[in-house]
C-alpha cells in the first residue's frame, strides 16, 4: 500500500472516529461553517439581483438600493444577518441532524422496513419522515428563530410564515426526496448528517433569501404605507381658525308697574 493511500484511509478512519464519538459537536461545527457559506452566497445573489434591478428601473429600486454609484456596484457582507444565521445552523439544525437520522435509522430496524420492503423500504421511509414529518416543524423554528434575532414581534412571525413558508415548504418537497433517498441509500449513518449539511449550503441559501425577501417586503409596505400618510397630510387643508363672536346678552330693567 502506498504512503498517499495510507494517509487517505488515516484520514478517513479519523474522519469515522469523530463523527461517531462526537456527533453532535462535529456536525455542529461543520453546520455553522456551512450556513456561513449559504448566507454569503445568498447576500452575493442578492446584490446581484439588486444591481441590475437598479439598472433596469433605478426608481424602483430606490427603496432598496443606495443611489452612490460606489456603495452599488461593492459586495459587502452583512456581517450581522451572517451570524444570526449560522447560530442556527451551529445550536439548532446541525445538533439535530445529528440525533434525528440515527433515530430514523433506529426506528426503520425497529418496524424492520428492509424485511417488509426490500432494500429501498428503510430509504424511502425516512424520506417521507424527514419531508413529511421533520420539515414543516423545522421551517416554523427557522422562521420564528430569525424573526427573535431580528427582534421581530408575533405579528412580523405571522406575516413572515404566511409570505414564506408554504413556498420554502414546497421547494423543499421538489429538490430534497432525490437527494435525501441517495443519501439513505448508500451513506453510512454517521455520514449521512455530514454530507446532507454539506449538500445544503444551496438550500441554506435559499432560505437566508427567503427571509430576507420577507424582511424587505415588510419593509417595502411600512416605507409605503409612511410615504402615503406623509401625502394624505400634505394635501390636506390648512384649517382657518374662526373667531368665534360670543352673543351679547341685552341687559333689560326689571318691568315696575
Known amino acids: 500500500m502506498s504512503s498517499s493511500s495510507s494517509s487517505r484511509l488515516f484520514s478517513f478512519s479519523k474522519i469515522k472516529y469523530i463523527m461517531e464519538t462526537y456527533p453532535i459537536t ?19 445573489s442578492e446584490h446581484k439581483l439588486m444591481a441590475q434591478h437598479h439598472h433596469h428601473d433605478s426608481s424602483s429600486s430606490s427603496l432598496v438600493v443606495k443611489t452612490n454609484k460606489e456603495e452599488k456596484d461593492a459586495f459587502i457582507v452583512d456581517t450581522s444577518r451572517t451570524l444570526k444565521l449560522a447560530s442556527y445552523g451551529g445550536f439548532v439544525i446541525g445538533p439535530f441532524l445529528a440525533v434525528w437520522y440515527p433515530w430514523l435509522e433506529r426506528l426503520s430496524k425497529q418496524y424492520k422496513m428492509a424485511k417488509s420492503y426490500g432494500v429501498w423500504g428503510p430509504p424511502v421511509f425516512k424520506v417521507a419522515m424527514d419531508e413529511l414529518v421533520c420539515e414543516p416543524p423545522l421551517l416554523l423554528v427557522f422562521f420564528g428563530y430569525m424573526n427573535v434575532c431580528e427582534g421581530g414581534s408575533w405579528e412580523t412571525y405571522e406575516k413572515k410564515l404566511k409570505s414564506e413558508f408554504w413556498t420554502s415548504w414546497a421547494v423543499s418537497l421538489a429538490a430534497w426526496p432525490a437527494v435525501l433517498l441517495g443519501t439513505f441509500r448508500f451513506v453510512p449513518v454517521y455520514l449521512q448528517a455530514p454530507l446532507i449539511n454539506a449538500c445544503c449550503v444551496v438550500w441554506d441559501g435559499f432560505l437566508s433569501h427567503r427571509n430576507y425577501v420577507s424582511r424587505l417586503e415588510e419593509s417595502k409596505k411600512e416605507q409605503a404605507a409612511a410615504a402615503l400618510l406623509a401625502q394624505e397630510q400634505k394635501q390636506q387643508p390648512t384649517p382657518v381658525l374662526a373667531l368665534a363672536t360670543r352673543p351679547t346678552k341685552v341687559a333689560t330693567s326689571p318691568r315696575t308697574d
Open 26 to 44: 462535529s456536525n455542529a461545527v461543520l453546520t455553522l461553517n456551512l450556513w456561513v457559506a449559504g448566507d454569503v452566497l445568498a447576500q452575493y
